[in-house]
């Protein structure tokens, strides 16, 4: 699973496929990039819903990450809203 690979001149450098494939890594993935010695180290952010701090299904709506849960609560909250 050791690959050599470079950095382009735009700073940017691609992941192995196998250990995307491994590890799960998606494209939008977001990864805190930390500097340690002379190494860097990639620590992959985890979202965790705003309102209840669950990190299940966690997914961007409008500015803030919301679990499944609290998305269907605001979504029947929003229908209920409109409908009446
Ligand atoms: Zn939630």
Avoid: W
Avoid at 17 to 25: I, W
Avoid at 32 to 38: K, M
Avoid at 52 to 60: F, I, S
Avoid at 73 to 79: E, G
Wanted: with cysteine; charged share 30%.
């Amino acid at each position: 699973m050791n690959k050599l690979r470079s950095i382009d001149k735009e700073g940017r450098i691609s992941l192995p496929e196998e250990v995307r494939q491994s590890l799960g890594v998606f494209e939008g993935d977001e990864f805190e990039v930390i500097a340690d010695g002379i190494n860097i180290v990639l620590v992959r952010y985890t979202a965790t819903c705003i309102a209840c701090d669950d990190d299940t299904d966690v997914q961007l709506l409008n500015k803030g990450f919301f679990c499944g849960e609290c998305r269907d609560a605001i979504n029947k909250t929003l229908y209920n809203a409109v409908s009446h």
